[in-house]
Nanobody, 115 residues
Framework: VQLQASGGGLVQAGGSLRLSCAAS????????MGWYRQAPGKQRELVAG???????NYADSVKGRFTVSRDNAKNTVYLQTNSLKPEDTAVYYC??????????WGQGTQVTVSS
């Protein structure tokens, strides 16, 4: 099983990035997918999630700025991040969950937002 996250980088405040997480070795369409982030010295937190049925949820801090989506044909989940703020700086991780099955995590991609 592999979750390969990509798309992070250095961006100025107000900018945008599109993160991708490509999955292999799992039945992707049956998995709820999530994006989490962890800033230095802080706990990992849920940023956005999308269920196997396409329902989405967001942390209050990113509502209206971030959009999560999935392409089951490509086994990929995306996180479009707009209007980025310095406080969005963190390592972003994707995960794949399914009740009764092992949860898998990607390796993370660094997002750095400069002021």
């Amino acid at each position: 099983v592999q979750l390969q996250a990509s798309g992070g980088g250095l961006v100025q405040a107000g900018g945008s990035l599109r993160l991708s997480c490509a999955a292999s070795g799992i039945v992707f369409r049956l998995r709820d997918m999530g994006w989490y982030r962890q800033a230095p010295g802080k706990q990992r937190e849920l940023v956005a999630g999308i269920t196997s049925g396409g329902s989405t949820n967001y942390a209050d801090s990113v509502k209206g700025r971030f959009t999560v989506s999935r392409d089951n044909a490509k086994n990929t989940v995306y996180l479009q991040t707009n209007s980025l703020k310095p406080e969005d700086t963190a390592v972003y991780y994707c995960n794949a969950e399914r009740r009764g099955y092992t949860t898998y995590w990607g390796q993370g991609t660094q997002v750095t937002v400069s002021s």
